[in-house]
T-cell receptor, first 112, second 115 residues
Framework: TQLLEQSPQFLSIQEGENLTVYCNSSSVFSSLQWYRQEPGEGPVLLVTVVTGGEVKKLKRLTFQFGDARKDSSLHITAAQPGDTGLYLCAGDNTGTASKLTFGTGTRLQVTL | DAGVIQSPRHEVTEMGQEVTLRCKPISGHNSLFWYRQTMMRGLELLIYFNNNVPIDDSGMPEDRFSAKMPNASFSTLKIQPSEPRDSAVYFC?????????????FGEGSWLTVV
């Protein structure tokens, strides 16, 4: 069974701070996705990274895929209360994105 | 455009009762997924369909669980008989295709409590 471990599990920070969430596995993935889930809703896709070493930016969010395609990180600059939610990484090793393995999740709370 | 629509949003049922969860995928999407989310196990894939055909049901926990997709616009996940350990949020999701970079769209979930 492939496991995707995320760290930290919980993070409570103040508005304006920076943070990094990590997603690690011993398995190689053909692609990796990051989702954000808000209370009472389903996960929403933020980004997909495919190439080892790839870096993608989405406004204040920066995503990186490890060179060996086993790990990934999400960095948020100047966090805002709207960033609050559960962040999930999900790995795919089928090449079809049909059988995703989801990470353990990082619950982020950003306060004023 | 309407997203993935699930019903019911919330259900409380007694142990032993049959539970049926329903899903309408986004029109035109070829793949449909059923996921389960719990605090202990996180988000797990139960089964997925491609063009209405079940492709992989290895995540279905046991014979009490069954899923059908009679047409491109409707799917059900049935639990019979239900047990307290089935309490979870069940998500239906759909995607327009398969392949790297494919986007999966989740519904809002069906919150199931079995007492």
């Amino acid at each position: 069974t492939q496991l995707l471990e995320q760290s930290p599990q919980f993070l409570s920070i103040q508005e304006g701070e920076n943070l990094t969430v990590y997603c690690n596995s011993s398995s190689v993935f053909s692609s990796l996705q990051w989702y954000r889930q808000e209370p009472g809703e389903g996960p929403v896709l933020l980004v997909t990274v495919v190439t080892g070493g790839e870096v993608k930016k989405l406004k204040r969010l920066t995503f990186q895929f490890g060179d060996a395609r086993k790990d990934s990180s999400l960095h948020i600059t100047a966090a805002q209360p709207g960033d609050t939610g559960l962040y999930l990484c999900a790995g795919d090793n089928t090449g079809t994105a049909s059988k995703l393995t989801f990470g353990t999740g990082t619950r982020l709370q950003v306060t004023l | 455009d309407a997203g993935v629509i699930q019903s019911p949003r919330h259900e409380v049922t007694e142990m032993g009762q049959e539970v049926t969860l329903r899903c309408k995928p986004i029109s035109g999407h070829n793949s449909l997924f059923w996921y389960r989310q719990t605090m202990m196990r996180g988000l797990e894939l139960l089964i997925y369909f491609n063009n209405n055909v079940p492709i992989d049901d290895s995540g279905m926990p046991e014979d009490r669980f069954s899923a059908k997709m009679p047409n491109a616009s409707f799917s059900t996940l049935k639990i019979q008989p239900s047990e307290p350990r089935d309490s979870a949020v069940y998500f239906c999701a759909s995607s327009p295709r398969t392949g790297a970079g494919n986007t999966i769209y989740f519904g809002e979930g069906s919150w199931l409590t079995v007492v």
